[in-house]
């Protein structure tokens, strides 16, 4: 059964950062695309940033606007995303989810394998 858990959010004042983590247990790691999804309140879930099975970077452009970065390391089943220069915009719940291909997909619902999310809250 693959599982995963996030790590890293909490509470931050505008213009500060985060990093997230989610490490995944009970699958083949290298095998799929894991990406960061989240969901702000009233909307549906929105794709953020993904690393694809040969570890090519997929972004929504929209909402990364260069401030993320994303890392996987296969050797430690762990997607981390860095979050730099956050606005009260990017408050939501991120997920951590895996797609059943090698390339991220924007959308939630090819995503088949769900972490529990993690709050993240920018203050103004």
């Known amino acids: 059964q693959v599982q995963l858990e996030e790590s890293g959010g909490g509470l931050v004042q505008a213009g500060g950062s985060l990093k997230l983590s989610c490490v995944v247990s009970?699958?083949?790691?290298?095998?799929?695309?894991i990406s960061w999804l989240r969901q702000i309140p009233g909307k549906e879930r929105e794709f953020v940033f993904g690393?694809?099975?040969?570890?090519?970077?997929?972004a929504d452009v929209d909402t990364v606007r260069g401030r993320f970065t994303i890392s996987r390391d296969n050797a430690k089943n762990t997607l981390t995303m860095q979050m730099n220069r956050l606005q009260p915009e990017d408050t939501a719940v991120y997920f951590c989810?895996?797609?059943?291909?090698?390339?991220?997909?924007?959308?939630?619902?090819?995503?088949?394998?769900w972490g529990q999310g993690i709050q993240v809250t920018v203050s103004p």
């Open positions: 989810a895996i797609c059943p291909t090698c390339s991220p997909s924007h959308f939630a619902r090819d995503y088949i394998h």
């Open positions: 009970g699958g083949s790691f290298g095998d799929y695309a």
């Open positions: 690393v694809g099975c040969f570890g090519g970077a997929v």
